[in-house]
């Protein structure tokens, strides 16, 4: 447990010391602007986008759930969603929300394991989409930040590491063949594969988590371009998507605090490379910050309603449905 709080305080550190440089560099007034220049139209768009992100994930999650055999209703995924995007948004690390709904759905399910692993798969999904689609666009799309990248990717450096990296998964994957405990290794790497095609490759599945996870990322390409629009960028969408596409990537990085560091980071050195100004990259990527941050506050309400139902001694529907869905899922893992 301490080498883990040390890992979150440095992840946190990490991020905050990313947002000290911008502002050392840039200077706080594209912080300032961003926040002057988003208006209740902008939130309310924001917050449409949001409303269609999230509904999108919660589906996708909930038929994760359903490939490894869990119940999941569309209705209680998205208040659960909603939620967790708005603790992620609220607490240092970005990724609360998502322990939290996976703790919680197993729990109540009846199987921990497979609960944790379906918000597991499911977050895998959007990310694996984001990946293909983002690599798509940069490598089909012109643009001046993708030579730096790629000159980094095709570097000897990078080489070498990529080299060294497979010699030494092959020469642990030989060991553990060798060794008696292996056949317990390798179960559980056909456990992890059947879960895998269970989850996000079975009949009935797959399509509906692609079709989710595009959408999703739709709706996020969407509000970075909103957020370009109103921090004053005038260039065409076709020339912001490369550079949004390597912003939202950057958000999978697990160095930031409540979901800034990386991004802003990113933003502000596309859009330098790119001609646009890294004050101007900056300043979209702070009113993204605050448009996804805006859209997540159904999530609080969510917390609000459900803390209220429990302090006044009442039993709230969502135990209701809890107790159903432990007592309907316990047949289907027996059978």
């Known amino acids: 447990m301490d080498r883990s709080r040390w890992a979150a305080w440095l992840r946190m550190l990490a991020g905050l010391g990313i947002l000290v440089a911008l502002v050392w560099h840039l200077g706080s007034d594209a912080f300032v602007s961003g926040l002057r220049r ?3 139209a902008t939130l309310l768009a924001g917050l449409a986008i949001g409303l269609l992100t999230t509904v999108c994930s919660a589906w996708r999650w909930s038929l994760v759930a359903r490939g490894l055999g869990l119940r999941l209703p569309l209705g209680r995924a998205v208040a659960d969603y909603y939620r967790a995007l708005f603790l992620n948004a609220a607490l240092p690390g970005g990724v609360l929300g998502d322990v939290h709904r996976a703790v919680r ?7 921990l394991g497979r609960g944790v692993r379906a918000v597991v798969l499911e977050r895998t999904a959007g990310q694996l989409v984001l990946l293909v689609a983002g690599a ?4 089909v799309r012109p643009s001046p930040v993708l030579a730096p990248v790629v000159r980094f990717l095709t570097s000897p450096a990078v080489a070498l590491s990529v080299a ?4 030494l998964l092959t020469a ?3 060991r553990l063949r060798a060794r008696r405990g292996a056949s317990r290794a390798e179960r559980a790497v056909r456990g992890m594969l059947a879960e895998v095609r269970q989850g996000l490759l079975g009949r009935g599945v797959w399509p509906g988590v692609a079709l989710s996870s595009v959408a999703v990322l739709t709706g996020y390409l969407g509000m970075f371009v909103l957020a370009a629009r109103v921090a004053g960028a005038t260039a065409p969408i076709a020339e912001l998507v490369p550079l949004v596409v390597l912003a939202l990537l950057a958000m999978a990085l697990p160095l930031n605090v409540g979901g800034w560091g990386p991004r802003e980071g990113v933003a502000a050195w596309a859009f330098g490379a790119a001609g ?3 004050a101007q990259g900056l300043t979209t990527a702070v009113i993204y910050g605050v448009l996804a941050f805006a859209a997540s506050l159904p999530g609080a309400a969510v917390l609000l309603v459900r803390r209220s139902a429990t302090r006044r001694g009442e039993r709230p529907q969502v135990e ?3 107790r159903v869905l432990a007592e309907q899922g316990a047949p289907q893992r027996r059978a």
């Open 136 to 139: 798509a666009v940069l490598l």
């Open 172 to 174: 642990a994957a030989l």
């Open 38 to 40: 988003i208006d209740a």
């Open 105 to 111: 759905h197993g729990r109540t399910s009846g199987d």
């Open 276 to 278: 646009l100004g890294a």
């Open 320 to 322: 209701l449905e809890e």
């Open 164 to 167: 060294a990296v497979a010699v």
